[in-house]
């Protein structure tokens, strides 16, 4: 698979903020990206690819460090199949390369929520969202939150479904949350994302999403 998981960089707000403007054309004002980043209890990972050159090649691009430590943190025996890909130093970034996909999540207490995850428009249907969803969740089980949760649209039935296939859960409703049509908003949580059972199950569709799509690279801090 050409898309990669890594932390959000300056390079990277331009195409951000486009594909949320895209996703979310009602938000105003747009969320203030750059700020953001600057926020230690907010992070974005971006789905990144290379952009082919005229010969069919990827351009070579170049390595940057971005700041991890090669630990898992407390991510057990069952992460050890994946340590290469969460404690890699150093990431290929090409100078030609297109954002498709980001993810933004608020760490409180002992809590990992989603509060944006958006895939560019021409780029769906390639298992992108889903990738930003399993990048989120080894980027909550690293900085050892409990649980994720997230709000989801009550019409939005193909999203719900991914995030129920990850084990999150209906667990309550935001009545007319959605500005733009007052629609209610579905309240979802993961069981404890350290248990046994949730790891054993996370893995396993980790392995199942590399038969399908390919093996990816992830990189989440």
């Known amino acids: 698979m050409d898309v990669a998981i890594r932390p959000i960089i300056e390079d990277d707000l331009d195409m951000v903020a486009r594909i949320e403007r ?16 600057g926020n230690r209890r907010v992070r974005y990972l971006v789905a990144w690819e290379p952009l082919p050159l005229d010969d069919g090649e990827t351009s070579s691009g170049e390595y940057r460090e971005l700041g ?10 069952l992460m050890g199949a994946v340590k ?15 954002v498709q996909g980001f993810v ?15 895939v560019e428009e021409d780029s769906r249907r390639r298992g992108i969202g889903e990738l930003l969803i399993i990048g989120s969740i080894y980027l909550a089980m690293h900085l050892n939150s409990a649980v994720v949760s997230l709000e989801a649209r009550v019409s939005n039935y193909p999203a719900r479904a991914l995030y129920h296939k990850y084990g999150f859960e209906h667990v309550g409703l935001r009545k007319a949350y959605y500005t733009d049509n007052r629609e209610d908003a579905v309240i979802m949580t993961t069981q404890p994302i350290h248990s046994p059972d949730y790891q054993a199950r996370f893995m396993d569709l980790r392995r199942k999403f590399s038969d399908r799509y390919g093996e990816a690279s992830i990189v989440v801090v």
């Open 68 to 77: 991890t430590d090669g630990s898992i943190g407390g991510l057990g025996k």
């Open 84 to 98: 290469d890909r969460l404690g890699q130093r150093k990431v290929r970034v090409p100078t030609d390369y297109l």
């Open 22 to 37: 895209q996703a979310f054309p009602t938000l105003c004002p747009p969320t203030p990206l750059k700020r953001e980043m």
């Open 104 to 118: 933004g999540l608020w760490f409180v207490a002992d809590e990992a929520h989603i509060t944006a995850i958006a």
